[in-house]
């Protein structure tokens, strides 16, 4: 009896401890389970993080850019845009410090912001580089124009800005004062150019301009001055840029050619005179016949005179060699923002055909026309819209120079082709006192970069 009431007990007690045994081991598992939920989600919070990007925009107001920053941030919920519209004045001097110094004293440096297309040498050191997770080498030549790809890679063979829209020098022109003549569209070459600009002069009887031909051969009121006497030198084959876009060649025999022909048309052909208005004013008070400036100038013509009939055409050539100036703007990413990938994520996403599309018709209920696409896919859908069928067609063959310097250096080709159209300087002199001033700029820049 003894016996078998021991072996009743040692089953109880055996029962007991795996029944112990199974607790544990589930709850065992259990603690398990919750321990990886616990570093899943740590993982998730990792993940999705707050992140906030301050974006610096310039010719685009919040009214444009917010429904695509909250589309952008509908999609990801973990991420803040503050957009800010940037003043135009002193602009590149203003985004080139602040990036260089970064937040300053709680007041935050902008992560994303727009650069002109020929400030990369300037502004390379400062720059995040284009993911290739955003776009690759090659996805970025099939995808913009061939200017974006040879403006925005940097001497490191990097690419550092995505651009939204594409623009260069147009001209523009009067259609009732060329319907005058007989002409429906300006001329397409220099020379014929030069012969109607001739024919659509007029003077008074002391011999003064009431009607200019074209706006050509002086500086001071002559907008976009530099901008044609740069385009002229780049048709003429001038090789600006050198020393890896440390140094600049203008008084090449090539540039020399450029600054002649231009000023020509003060003293020659008399098309234009110095003592006028600014050619923008005169423009859009309907006493100019024809002047060159980038798409956006129809805003300020528009805004002054909107009844003012005006076309806007390619930029004439030398024969048989279409080459034309662009003028555009991209979004680059600060290499000292703390979200650099975010950053490029959006503007990545900006890029896309849909946003692009969403974005030129945002801009199109507030003024005439949106920014033309980057995109050289999309050019097609933009070939009969007046005002920027010319910037399109002149797309696949725009180029500019590495600038880098672009205010100061810009305003010293102004300065050079006062000397000479003005003051009687000979075009090699004054093109050589202008490279020399911006020679010691630049060494000046590369060399503060090369100290820091």
């Not at 776009?135 to 800005?161: C, H, I, M, R, V």
């Not at 005002?387 to 063959?397: D, K, L, Q, R």
Request: net charge negative; aromatic share 10%; proline share 4%.
């Amino acid at each position: 009896m003894n016996k078998q009431k021991w072996i009743i007990i040692g089953a109880v007690a055996l029962t007991v401890i795996v029944g112990i045994l199974l607790i544990v081991s589930f709850i065992n598992s259990g603690g398990d389970n919750n321990s990886n939920n616990d570093n899943n989600d740590d993982d998730n919070n990792n993940n999705n993080s707050a992140v906030v990007l301050e974006y610096w925009g310039l010719w685009e107001s919040e009214e444009v850019m917010q429904p695509l920053i909250d589309e952008y941030q509908d999609e990801n919920p973990n991420v803040t845009i503050k957009y800010t519209q940037k003043s135009f004045t002193q602009y590149e001097e203003n985004v080139y410090t602040r990036i260089e110094q970064g937040s300053i004293e709680g007041t935050p440096a902008p992560d994303i912001f727009r650069m002109n297309n020929t400030w990369l040498p300037k502004f390379q050191k400062y720059l995040s580089p284009v993911p290739e997770a955003v776009y690759s080498s090659a996805e970025y030549s099939d995808t913009f124009y061939p200017t974006a790809k040879a403006d925005l890679t940097g001497t490191n063979q990097n690419l550092y800005a995505i651009p939204l829209e594409i623009d260069g020098l147009a001209l523009f022109y009067n259609k009732e004062i060329l319907a005058s003549a007989g002409v429906d569209a300006p001329p397409t070459d220099w020379d014929s150019l030069i012969e109607l600009s001739k024919e659509l002069t007029v003077r008074d009887g002391s011999g003064q301009i009431t009607q200019a031909g074209i706006s050509m051969g002086s500086a001071d009121n002559v907008v976009h001055s530099a901008d044609i006497l740069s385009l002229l030198m780049l048709q003429n084959g001038a090789e600006i840029n050198q020393n890896f876009n440390t140094e600049v060649d203008l008084d090449s025999d090539r540039a020399v050619s450029a600054m002649n022909f231009y000023v020509d048309f003060l003293a020659e052909h008399q098309t234009w005179s110095a003592d006028l208005p600014n050619d923008l004013e005169m423009f859009y008070s309907g006493k100019l016949a024809m002047m060159f400036g980038p798409s956006w100038r129809a805003f300020d013509i528009l805004n002054a005179n909107p009844r003012l009939e005006f076309g806007i055409a390619t930029t004439p050539i030398i024969v048989d060699e279409e080459l034309y100036y662009s003028m555009y703007w991209a979004e680059a990413v600060s290499a000292k923002s703390d979200n650099q990938a975010e950053a490029w994520k959006f503007i990545g996403w900006l890029s896309e055909q849909a946003q692009l599309k969403k974005f030129y018709s945002n801009s199109s209920e507030v003024r005439a026309f949106g920014e033309p696409y980057s995109r050289e896919s999309m050019g097609s859908e933009l070939a009969d819209q007046p005002y920027v069928a010319a910037i399109i067609e002149m797309a696949p063959n725009m180029t500019a120079w590495k600038m880098g310097e672009q205010t100061y250096i810009e305003q010293r080709l102004r300065d050079a082709i006062t000397d000479v159209a003005e003051n009687n300087v000979q075009a090699e002199q004054a093109l050589f006192e202008a490279e020399e001033d911006i020679n010691e700029r630049l060494a000046d820049l590369f060399a503060t970069e090369e100290e820091s």
